[in-house]
């Protein structure tokens, strides 16, 4: 008798068990909040570089365990895989976080600073796997409201694969050793927090802070083509008080570099979003010396990989143009790297009522695509997936610096916003008809 009239004016019993739900999801997470900052400053404080995870791996794997999920450890090196059965039959969905830390110096004094010297948790990995660990939690507690099963991926080696480590690694080696199998989601969802964003339709250059408590998303490309190359120059070696006697590398690498330039100001379509960025130059060994050698070491980011192919081409063309012309020589090892985020539409629309559910429509933002790189592409390539960004900022603590900073911090109330809108992003999809 009641369900009429809310009929009548546009509330349906679906939405009101949305809500109910997400108010018994609130008051959890709540009770949960000192556990998850407990973990996530435990992990903070031991950061891992790529591939050596190993001690952040044991405490998912035990966690998890703890749970009473299927767990399974070894995956990708030191990926954790583990599936959470609901209480009723239906869909499978996936749940990522990455667990790798950087090699940089950590320089905020704070209790839970890093004590692994040079190593920092400065790209937010210790809250993707406190949120991801969280939602397992919760959706243990809450085993009714899940209709389907959820499985938590926990992957190493995002960030870079060290020198010593061959082969594939990260995301593309999980999938190649399984874990996107049996069974397959239909779906998969990850997150990755940020201080700041650039949102849709904004032209001035004041940065937008990305606070706790707002998410931000794009619809179909998310980030970037993330590919490397080196460039070796070889000219001639001579003394510097007779140059004509020989070729000089630095000048031939000083023209590439600017001629490279060219490419996206001068023979690419400017609605193409494109980076070439050269991060480093080696070369020469005395001041009174030609350099007979330089490396030049950069990144190309591209959304297209048609287009990408295509800067690869004008690159060489450039390069050979160049070397020619003065004599020199060049070889490029170009690698191609993690491919773009592509968030599927139909996923994405259907997650955004939760989000806004939850956070009230002005906390979330659609923003500009970042022409970063992400190996959740991967994932995304296997079955839809929506990769959405976590606001952690606080203007009035300090917390602004960017990811890859040695400033980087997150106001750790974010920890509850991820739990909450991850877990209702798993549970509406599983939901849905």
Sequence with gaps: MKLLPLLLIGVSPLALADEKRDALFASSVEAMFPKLVETRRDIHAHPELSNEEARTAALVAERLRALGLEVQTGVAKHGVVALLKGGQEG?????RADMDALPIKELRSVPYRSQNPGVMHACGHDLHTTVALGVAELLVKHRDQVKGSVKFLFQPAEEAMPASFKGIWGAKMMIAEGAMANPKPDAVFGLHCTTSVAPVGVTDD??????????AYTIGADNANSDRFQITIRGKMAHGSAPHKGVDAIVVAAEAITALQTIRSRQTNTRQPLVISIGTIQGGQRENILAEEVTLGGTVRTYDAAFRDGVVEM?????KGITEAHGATYTMDYRIGYPSIINQEALVKATLPAFKRLLGEANVLEVIPSMGGEDFSYFAQVTPGFYFRLGVANEKKGIIHGAHTPMFDADEDSLKTGVEVMAAAVCDFLNAK
């Design 315 to 319: 690159m060489k063309r450039i390069l």
């Design 206 to 215: 004041e940065t937008h802070y990305l606070s706790a408590g707002q998410v």
């Design 91 to 95: 869909k499978c969905v996936a749940v």
